[in-house]
């Protein structure tokens, strides 16, 4: 299934090597450089989103959810930057590059259907922010880390579905006419899985470690070497989502909780049920791509 650490060189080769993977979208980019120069202000960091259109309005859109719950509506890049601050600016504009890199196919495909993975995602990243700020073992993360996380998981699938579509559409194909785990097949018939294809690529946009691990390892918490609590969060988050009828993918097999995720997790079955209708709420109040 998921590789070791070890073999960490062999699968970024071979998934180079296999797709080939975007890179970190250029205004990713030039705003890490401006933040992180002596002379950064929300003037200059607002000029450099404004350059990308679509994610200046992706943005826009965020931060003006329900979520952010925001006295007055913003109406400018530059306001945003001055009411989020430079940190979660940073956030904020990894979440609408990624919608606006990976959110235009939006034509139902046999067992992909966009609008479903964008939902299924969004509830996994909901979940985990949720969960993690109920759980004392995630005190020092930061919220937005664990819902960006979660967001991510699967980025793997569009990846696959973009760079190996008629390969990949059949592998799914194969999952679900068999019962069997997605994973297990893409493994079998990519020699990696989609978790393995989202871990590389958060390596290549230079996004943290532990996410970049956490995605890996989001079908095999307990192998996970380094972050397994984050890894079990994101595994119980996107379980979670299956559960509640939002799969990423149509007639497949969803995951089932390893049994060990919860003392990872530092909550019990019974708080995490009933944490399921704030999580529902939360996701309702998000920022959808569509």
Known sequence: MTTSAGQQ????????TTIGLPTMPEVLTKINEVTAGPNSSAET??????KDPAVAANMLRIVNSAYYGLPVRVSSIKLAVSVLGFNMTKKVALKAAVFSAFGKKREKLQQFDPLAFWQHAIYTGVAARTLGQQST???????EDLYIAG?????GK???????????????RKAGQSGRQQFDVELEDFGFTHADVGSVL??????????????????APARDPFHRSLSSLIHLADSLAWQAGKPSTSGTVGPLIAPTVYDQVGLEPAQVEALLPRIAEDFAASEMPW
């Open 9 to 16: 060189t062999n699968i970024l080769s071979l998934v180079n």
């Open 45 to 50: 960091v607002a000029a450099v989103v404004s």
């Open 137 to 143: 073992m995630f005190a020092d993360s930061n919220a």
């Open 151 to 155: 967001l991510l998981h699967d980025i």
């Open 158 to 172: 569009i990846i696959l579905l973009e760079r190996a579509g008629p390969k990949y559409l059949a592998c799914l």
């Open 202 to 219: 958060a390596i290549k946009w230079s996004l943290p470690e532990d996410l970049a691990i956490a995605i890996r390892y989001h079908h």
